[in-house]
T-cell receptor
Framework: NAGVTQTPKFQVLKTGQSMTLQCAQD?????MSWYRQDPGMGLRLIHY???????DQGEVPNGYNVSRSTTEDFPLRLLSAAPSQTSVYFC????????????FGPGTRLLVL | TQLLEQSPQFLSIQEGENLTVYCNSS?????LQWYRQEPGEGPVLLVT?????EVKKLKRLTFQFGDARKDSSLHITAAQPGDTGLYLC???????????FGKGTTLSVSS
């Protein structure tokens, strides 16, 4: 099992550009989520999904879109990048039953100039 | 709004010392988790505590969940340089759909 994979590892964008952060898991987990981590702020929830075709907003959803067409994939889209979106982004997945199966990906470091 | 406050924010100690990290909230959580994160990597789950008053041990790490399920602590005995990292506590939101994280405690253990 590869677990949770994220691509790219690092990306530089100019203000106004769009891009998609990829996240995939091979554990057949129903729940997937996206967090951003900023210095001194811990991890904050952006969007989450409880199954294919079902998504919902987290604490900081503005400027981000998600979709969940398959169980395995949960891409995060930045429609028009802003410097405030410079951060490290983590994708996570878990089984429906409990938090004991929560796994995080290795992260994508995004710099918006 | 559910919040988790972690203290201290930074901790720098010598190898062999003991330490305790605290995670406090005014809200009740159905469960709390502790994660450890190393630079350039994602958080890795250490433990989940579910029952008020529960104590779990993981080698030299002892985790405790408060009786009222509003707070938790992580105690490390005889810290080693390999314990260096960012320690995060996290609790489930009320819907059980996502985690609320504390801001973390950065631990540095020097030999």
């Amino acid at each position: 099992n590869a677990g949770v994979t994220q691509t790219p590892k690092f990306q530089v964008l100019k203000t106004g550009q769009s891009m998609t952060l990829q996240c995939a898991q091979d554990m057949n987990h129903e729940y997937m989520s996206w967090y951003r981590q900023d210095p001194g702020m811990g991890l904050r929830l952006i969007h989450y999904s409880v199954g294919a075709g079902i998504t919902d907003q987290g604490e900081v959803p503005n400027g981000y879109n998600v979709s969940r067409s398959t169980t395995e994939d949960f891409p995060l889209r930045l429609l028009s990048a802003a410097p405030s979106q410079t951060s490290v982004y983590f994708c996570a997945s878990r089984e429906r039953g409990g938090w004991e199966t929560q796994y995080f990906g290795p992260g994508t470091r995004l710099l918006v100039l | 709004t559910q919040l988790l406050e972690q203290s201290p924010q930074f901790l720098s100690i010598q190898e062999g010392e003991n330490l305790t990290v605290y995670c406090n909230s005014s809200s009740v959580f159905s469960s709390l988790q502790w994660y450890r994160q190393e630079p350039g990597e994602g958080p890795v789950l250490l433990v989940t505590v579910v029952t008020g008053g529960e104590v779990k041990k993981l080698k030299r790490l002892t985790f405790q969940f408060g009786d009222a399920r509003k707070d938790s602590s992580l105690h490390i005995t005889a810290a080693q340089p390999g314990d260096t990292g960012l320690y995060l506590c996290a609790g489930s939101n009320q819907a059980g759909t996502a985690l609320i994280f504390g801001k973390g405690t950065t631990l540095s253990v020097s030999s």
